[in-house]
């Protein structure tokens, strides 16, 4: 069983660091080189343990959305908290990620969409990034039309086009961070956006 820990705990580092090549340079321009560097593991080691460069993408990206994305949305539910505020934390929480030093500015997801858009990417690796891209849009679009403050706000009413609106202000963020924009220029823009869809 010890040996077993280890191991996992091995591939936990080992998937953080290549999900930080992926982020830095996206699926194409990840080589296996710079993959296994990273890892701190041969090429034999790294197909043994995870297959393929296409299937260590898949384990990456789900890496990815369990530590970095989905530690987000806490804020979206805090009791005794407008929903102004929750999406203000919620907005904030986000952009600040995409502006830590200790990782690539901008957005995992929002790169290798593009990427992903050019269609040279393999299929499985397009779905799943495709997915984690909407992931953001229904979650705000579910809160728009579930949420009591929402729909006595009359949110609820452009639910969709509401939560595309803050997705869209955050693949703007990322694109800002990856441009070494400063973070504090863009609270104002936040409040701007939330003001504009009625909060």
Known sequence: MAGGRKLEFDKQQALEAAMQVFWQKGYLGASLSDLTSSMGINKPSMYSTFGNKEKLFLQATEYYIEHHGKSHLAFLSLPDTS???????????????????????????????????????????RELISEAAGLFPALLEA?????????????????????????TLLNGTAAMARADYCQADLQPVIDNTLNGIGL
């Open 83 to 125: 929903l102004r505020i929750r999406l203000r934390k919620f907005l904030n929480s986000v952009i600040s990620a995409q502006f830590e030093n200790s990782n690539p500015k901008g957005c995992y997801v929002m790169l290798c969409m593009t990427e992903a858009a050019s269609g040279d990417m393999p299929e499985q690796a």
């Open 143 to 167: 809160l728009f039309k579930q949420d009591k403050e929402a729909i006595s706000l009359g949110l609820d009413k452009n639910a969709k086009s509401n939560a595309l609106t803050l997705a």
